[in-house]
C-alpha cells in the first residue's frame, strides 16, 4: 500500500494548484512538500504582483471576479479593450520572437480565461483591479494594459494565503522544511515516491505519482552561472531563496529532458540599493518598471535600450536582464516634474536623488563619466518633444526621436522641467526559463521521447514557453493552468 496518492514537491502557485486539481479529481491522499521553513513558505508567488494575464472577448466577461467594480470605478469598463485569445497568443509569439513552445503556448492561452476563473471560485482566491500595476489614469478614466485587469487581492501575499487556505480545506497535508532529495522508480520506470530530508533525518515516502512544482535555479549561484553566465550569476534575487534548481536536478538524473532557454531567464529592473535577496516582508516593491517615462543610462553616462519600445509589461523581463550587462550591473532612471506623478506607487520605497537642474542631478548619481552623462542627457532632449505635440501615457504615442542610438520609439517627452529626479537600478533574477520537456498533459517527457510514467511538472520547471523576454502576468496563470493539469493527471495515473 503506498503512503500517498500524489506528492507535490513545492508550494508555490503551480505546486497548490496542482494539489487542489489533485484532490478534485479523486486523490484522496496528497502531500505538499515544501523544502522551507513555514515563516519563509510559498516559493516566488509571495514575491510577486499578483497580476493575471487571460483572454476574454469582452470586457463584462470578467465581472465575476470583481463584484461591485462598478460602483468603486467610474465607467469601469469603457477602459478596457477585448483580449482575444488571438491577441495572447500574439503577445507571446511577438515577444519571444516566435520561439514559444507550440502546443504549450495553445494550453495556456486557451486555458487562460478558465483557469483564472477556477483559481477564485475552488482555490477561494479573491481578486481586484491591478490599479496601481496596469491601470493608468486618463481623466475620470483607468485605461487599462491589455489583458492585465485583475490580480490577485493583497497581490502575492494575498494570493498564497489563498491557496493555502484551499488546499488545508480540502485536507491535504503540507509538510514544512522537507526537502526532496531525489525522485524514486520502480522495476518498470514508474515513478514511485521521493526521499525526503527533514530536520529528522532522511525518509523515503511513497505515491502512485508526483508532481514537480518546485521552481527552477534561480537562486543558486553557480547554476545561474553556467547556464546564463557571470554576469547574471551575481545578480540580486528577487523572489526566494529555496529555488535552488533541485527538481530540474532530480529530473533530468532519471532522464527527464531538459527543454526551453537555458541561457534565459525573467530578470526585473529593481533597486539597486537592495541586498541580495528582496526582503521578504517588501515583497515586489523593489519594482522599477516606470523608465518608459524618463531615460536609463549606464555608468558610462551613455543610453543602452529604447525606454519606449513597448509597454513596461512587455519589456521589463528582458531590460532587467539588459541592465545585467552595463558596467557594474548598475543604471539610473532619470525623470522630471512632468512625469514623476506617472511613477508607479513602489517607486515610493526609494528615496530618490533629486535637484533642480540637470547638471546638479547628474553630479549626484554613482556614475563614471559625468560628462558624458550630460552631454547624452541634452542629445536626448534635442531630438525629444514636448507634451503638447501628443504625449500620451496610455498608449503608445509614437513620439520617437531620431538620431540618437538608441532611438526612443515612444512617450519621448523632454527632460526639461525641474525638479529633477534619479533612481537606481539593477537587475533582479525572478525566474529561469529553462526547464522539463511536457506535454499537453503535463506528462515529463523523458530524453527517449517518452513520457515518464508517473512524473508531471508545472510552474516554472516548465521549459519552453518564455524566450528573451516575458509577457507579465503570463507565469502566474500558466503556472495555475499546468498545475491544474499536472494534478488532474497525476490523480487518474
Not at 9 to 19: D, E, F, H, I, T
Not at 41 to 52: I, K, P, Y
Request: proline letters at 4%.
Amino acid at each position: 500500500m503506498t503512503d500517498y496518492d500524489v506528492i507535490v514537491v513545492g508550494a508555490g502557485n503551480a505546486a497548490l494548484a496542482a494539489a487542489v486539481s489533485a484532490r478534485e479529481n479523486g486523490a484522496q491522499r496528497v502531500v505538499v512538500l515544501e523544502k522551507a521553513p513555514r515563516g519563509m513558505r510559498g516559493g516566488n508567488t509571495h514575491w510577486s504582483g499578483g497580476v493575471l494575464r487571460f483572454a476574454f472577448d469582452d470586457p463584462r466577461e470578467i465581472g465575476p471576479l470583481l463584484p461591485g467594480v462598478e460602483k468603486e470605478f467610474e465607467d469601469f469598463y469603457a477602459g478596457i479593450n477585448p483580449y482575444t485569445r488571438d491577441d495572447f497568443h500574439g503577445d507571446l509569439m511577438r515577444v519571444t520572437s516566435g520561439q514559444t513552445d507550440p502546443v504549450l503556448s495553445r494550453v495556456l492561452v486557451d486555458n487562460s480565461k478558465d483557469t483564472v476563473f477556477w483559481m477564485h471560485e475552488t482555490g477561494q482566491i479573491r481578486m481586484e483591479p491591478a490599479v496601481s500595476l496596469t491601470g493608468v489614469r486618463k481623466g475620470n478614466q483607468i485605461i487599462w494594459a491589455r489583458g492585465l485587469v485583475v490580480r490577485a487581492e493583497h497581490e502575492g501575499v494575498g494570493l498564497s494565503r489563498g491557496w493555502f487556505a484551499a488546499v488545508e480545506r480540502l485536507g491535504v497535508e503540507v509538510r514544512y522544511g522537507a526537502a526532496v532529495t531525489a525522485i524514486l522508480q520502480d522495476a518498470s520506470g514508474r515513478v514511485c515516491g521521493v526521499r525526503v530530508r527533514d530536520d529528522e533525518g532522511i525518509h523515503t515516502l511513497n505515491s502512485r505519482s508526483v508532481v514537480l512544482g518546485c521552481g527552477g535555479f534561480e537562486a543558486n549561484v553557480q547554476m545561474r552561472t553556467q547556464h546564463i553566465g557571470p554576469l547574471v550569476g551575481g545578480a540580486k534575487v528577487r523572489g526566494t531563496p529555496h529555488n535552488q534548481g533541485d527538481g530540474l536536478r532530480m529530473a533530468m538524473e532519471i532522464g527527464a529532458m531538459p527543454w526551453g532557454q537555458w541561457s534565459g531567464c525573467h530578470a526585473t529592473p529593481i533597486s539597486a540599493d537592495w541586498g541580495n535577496f528582496a526582503p521578504r516582508e517588501m515583497t515586489d516593491r523593489s519594482n522599477r518598471l516606470s523608465y518608459l517615462y524618463g531615460v536609463m543610462i549606464n555608468r558610462n553616462g551613455l543610453r543602452f535600450v529604447d525606454e519606449g519600445e513597448d509597454g513596461a509589461m512587455f519589456t521589463y523581463a528582458k531590460y532587467g536582464r539588459a541592465i545585467l550587462a552595463e558596467p557594474g550591473a548598475k543604471v539610473y532612471q532619470l525623470f522630471d516634474s512632468q512625469t514623476v506623478h506617472l511613477l508607479e506607487p513602489r517607486y515610493a520605497t526609494s528615496e530618490p536623488i533629486k535637484a533642480d537642474t540637470l547638471e546638479a542631478l547628474i553630479a549626484q548619481i554613482d556614475i563614471d563619466d559625468k560628462a558624458q552623462a550630460l552631454r547624452t542627457v541634452q542629445a536626448y532632449n534635442a531630438a525629444a518633444h514636448d507634451a503638447a505635440d501628443g504625449f500620451d501615457p496610455t498608449g503608445k504615442d509614437g513620439l520617437a526621436t531620431r538620431g540618437l542610438s538608441p532611438d526612443k520609439t515612444n512617450w519621448a517627452l523632454k527632460l526639461d522641467k525641474a525638479p529633477f529626479y534619479a533612481y537606481s537600478a539593477t537587475g533582479g533574477i525572478t525566474f529561469t526559463f529553462g526547464g522539463l520537456k511536457i506535454d499537453d498533459q503535463a506528462r515529463v517527457i523523458g530524453t527517449d521521447w517518452r513520457p515518464i510514467p508517473g512524473l508531471t511538472a508545472c510552474g516554472e520547471m516548465v521549459g519552453g514557453l518564455f524566450y528573451d523576454n516575458y509577457p507579465a502576468g503570463t507565469g502566474l496563470v500558466s503556472g495555475a493552468t499546468f498545475g491544474r493539469i499536472a494534478g488532474r493527471t497525476s490523480a487518474r495515473s
